[in-house]
T-cell receptor, first 114, second 110 residues
Framework: DAGVIQSPRHEVTEMGQEVTLRCKPI?????LFWYRQTMMRGLELLIY????????DSGMPEDRFSAKMPNASFSTLKIQPSEPRDSAVYFC????????????FGPGTRLTVL | LAKTTQPISMDSYEGQEVNITCSHN???????ITWYQQFPSQGPRFIIQ???TKVTNEVASLFIPADRKSSTLSLPRVSLSDTAVYYC???????????FGTGTRLQVFP
């Protein structure tokens, strides 16, 4: 298996633009997680899905952030409009169970908002 | 909801045993503790998981005392390649909440 795939690996955009991050989980995994990592705040869980349904989105910072999982093999995290404080590394991870199983992380997307 | 804290950094020398503690109050019997290792420019990688007493695998041990207010990751005989950031993750079984610790930066010296 290729592991969790994220795209793009790097994204540079200007404030106010829409940003879409993409993730393909490991085949057969029912859970998909989106994380944000910054030096100041560390690793933060934004949202996670079980069988394509959002289970906990309490970590989504504000309405500018939205996440979708239209099918078992694809998810997007969208920021609209983007702001400089959104600059971070965004990780996607997948697992067979939520808290009781290993999460496999993707390589991350480094987002820079100018 | 429990808060999960770790020491910011630790230093060690090659060949020594390193113990990294994660403090997490108010966790229940079925809540799991998982530890991850992260190298620069990579996603975190699973090390070990457990929910009570002691778990050991080929790379580490995890100790969880009876009061479950903390857990300790033990790395035996560290090497330079163990230099990384280590995170604990608490999975709350009844609420489906997941909380990562603040991370501990381990530096191993020759």
């Amino acid at each position: 298996d290729a592991g969790v795939i994220q795209s793009p690996r790097h994204e540079v955009t200007e404030m106010g633009q829409e940003v879409t991050l993409r993730c393909k989980p490991i085949s057969g995994h029912d859970y998909l997680f989106w994380y944000r990592q910054t030096m100041m705040r560390g690793l933060e869980l934004l949202i996670y899905f079980n069988n394509n349904v959002p289970i906990d989105d309490s970590g989504m910072p504000e309405d500018r952030f939205s996440a979708k999982m239209p099918n078992a093999s694809f998810s997007t995290l969208k920021i609209q409009p983007s702001e400089p404080r959104d600059s971070a590394v965004y990780f996607c991870a997948s697992s067979s169970q939520a808290g009781t199983d290993t999460q496999y992380f993707g390589p991350g997307t480094r987002l820079t908002v100018l | 909801l429990a808060k999960t804290t770790q020491p910011i950094s630790m230093d060690s020398y090659e060949g020594q045993e390193v113990n990294i503690t994660c403090s997490h109050n108010n966790i229940a019997t079925n809540d799991y503790i998982t530890w991850y290792q992260q190298f620069p420019s990579q996603g975190p990688r699973f090390i070990i998981q457990g929910y009570k007493t002691k778990v050991t695998n080929e790379v580490a041990s995890l100790f969880i005392p009876a009061d479950r207010k903390s857990s300790t990751l033990s790395l035996p005989r560290v090497s330079l390649s163990d230099t990384a950031v280590y995170y604990c993750l608490v999975g709350f079984y009844n609420t489906d909440k997941l909380i990562f610790g603040t991370g501990t930066r381990l530096q191993v010296f020759p």
